[in-house]
């Protein structure tokens, strides 16, 4: 009995430190070496032809390039395989094609992407430089393409501070609205550096609304459109140019006529100068 204890004793007893540190050293040597193995395994597998793009599918917008100049002009920027290759670096090549707004990037096992596109829609010119390529897109977002190849002649012409462009083009829609009663078209709104915004019609009239809020421009621009055709009537003249930056009223130079007038409806329409 007291020899089976003393077996039992020794069989408890902890194994020595450089016994221990030299199991463990075994352990992650043999781990090492696993995932050594394992990266040379996949190293390898990455580079096997089987995992060379072989075709490109293009889907969604190609109204302004074809699938097959869209891949002529962003497959040059990609690298890597279907294993290897970053679909960010991807997406950004597409998205660098001229008309392309967005583009979204997916694996299809073993050997193929497919590229869902968006194009831009363009809704406005950008810009008061002459031969300036840039547009506005439905988003207010600026881009450049070639403006031969956008079928809307008529597009309005916007400008603005650099980053203003969404506010231009909202602002657009809402004046639209106001000067809609004129029966006419609003062919340049510019915002200049100092907040001040400036209309053409496609009459040719210029309209300067000057600076405020959103609020304030549009309502006295209202104002204009409400009481414009006492002026225009009494005279039979049409709107060459008014200036709304007035606090009572605003002035008015009609073609051939200049006149002032209050913007209340009940008071004089006008008078000469």
Do not use: C
Request: net charge positive; no cysteine; charged share 20%.
């Amino acid at each position: 009995m007291a020899a089976s204890n003393r077996s039992r004793a020794r069989a408890a007893a902890p194994l020595p430190a450089d016994v221990r540190l030299l199991d463990a050293t075994a352990a992650v040597l043999a781990f090492a070496a696993a995932v050594l193995m394992l990266a040379v395994a996949v190293i390898w597998l990455s580079r096997q032809p089987l995992f060379a793009i072989r075709s490109i599918a293009i889907e969604g917008d190609v109204g302004h390039n074809s699938a097959a100049t869209i891949r002529a002009n962003a497959t040059p920027r990609l690298a890597g395989n279907f294993l290897t290759m970053d679909l960010g670096t991807v997406r950004r090549a597409f998205e660098s094609v001229p008309w392309v707004r967005h583009a979204v990037v997916k694996r299809i096992w073993p050997n193929r992407l497919r590229v869902q596109l968006e194009e831009h829609r363009p809704v406005a010119l950008w810009g008061e430089e002459a031969g300036s390529e840039k547009l506005v897109n439905s988003y207010g977002e600026v881009f450049e393409a070639n403006l031969g190849d956008v079928e809307d002649d008529s597009l309005p012409t916007l400008a603005g501070p650099e980053g203003s462009s969404q506010h231009v083009l909202a602002m657009l829609a809402k004046l639209e609205g106001v000067v809609g009663p004129l029966g006419a078209r609003i062919d340049t709104l510019t915002l200049s550096g100092r907040g001040s915004w400036q209309a053409t019609l496609d009459s040719g009239a210029v309209v300067e609304m000057g600076r405020g809020s959103d609020e304030e421009v549009l309502a006295r621009s209202a104002r204009f459109v409400a009481t414009l055709g006492q002026v225009t009537s009494r005279f039979q003249r049409p709107l060459a140019y008014a200036d709304l930056r007035h606090n009572d009223g605003y002035a008015v130079r009609l073609r051939g006529v200049s006149t002032t007038s209050d913007a209340a409806p009940s008071k004089p329409a006008s008078k000469k100068k």
